[in-house]
């Protein structure tokens, strides 16, 4: 009985001692016990959601890895993008497109400055009134394009669309009327750094190695 009581006492005590040190936090801080409590729950809600986002993000990462011949225009639904009708056409950095020969100091360089460029996202021509400078377009059969340069003859909606040969243009393209899907407007601007940010981004990786395999990316 003696040592039941002791007990109790004990307890009692470190109750009260626990409910004064409560106290005094709520004082200072202004959170009190039930907020506590459901900021420890938001907390693990948040942890478990985090997870399940992360298992989600890999799963569709390995879905598309298995899937390696998807191609651009199924792995992802276009139609929430706003679209354009435009004209477009094919060019290449040398004299029958720019007049400049590879010797010339400008020679492959466009309008924003940046190196013309055909990869996952390549370098395109448009009306900068229609497209400003770092516009990026998905263009159905080429690809994303990245509005880097303009041209004396693309006016209104027209796009010229940048191959590495005028065979390139050719076989692969020619000229086309389509509708593009407007992916984002751009600032006015584009830089190298943005542009090789934009094709080194890690979740579109299996796009790009598909150029490299078929041989359109040098």
């Known amino acids: 009985m003696k040592y039941l009581l002791l007990f109790s006492k004990r307890f009692i005590m470190t109750l009260l001692v626990l409910a004064a040190l409560l106290t005094t936090f709520e004082v200072i801080t202004g959170v009190g016990v039930k907020d506590l409590f459901h900021l420890y729950y938001q907390a693990a809600s948040d942890v478990e959601e985090s997870k399940e986002a992360t298992i989600k993000t890999e799963i569709a990462s390995v879905t598309v890895e298995q899937n390696s011949n998807v191609s ?3 792995a992802f639904d276009w ?4 679209t354009k009708t435009v004209v477009a056409t094919g060019y290449t950095a040398g004299k029958e ?3 400049k020969e590879p010797n010339h100091p400008e020679y492959g360089i466009t309008y924003s400055g940046v190196k013309v ?3 996952l996202f390549s370098t395109v021509a ?7 400078l770092g516009t990026i377009l998905f263009i159905p059969g080429y690809g994303y394009g990245v509005v880097a340069d303009k041209g004396g003859a693309i006016k209104g909606n ?3 669309l940048y191959y590495e ?3 390139d243009v050719y076989e692969n393209w020619g000229k086309k009327e389509l509708e593009v899907y407007i992916v984002k407007m751009g600032e006015g601007e584009l830089t190298e750094e943005q542009l090789k940010g934009l094709n080194e981004d890690k ?9 490299i395999k078929d041989g359109t990316k040098s």
């Open 97 to 99: 497109s720019t007049g």
């Open 117 to 119: 460029k055909r990869d």
């Open 165 to 167: 040969t005028v065979s």
């Open 203 to 211: 979740s579109l990786q299996v796009f790009r190695q598909k150029y």
């Open 79 to 82: 139609s929430k993008y706003p």
């Open 158 to 160: 027209k796009l010229d």
């Open 72 to 74: 651009l225009e199924d």
């Open 126 to 132: 448009a009306d900068l009134t229609v497209f400003p």
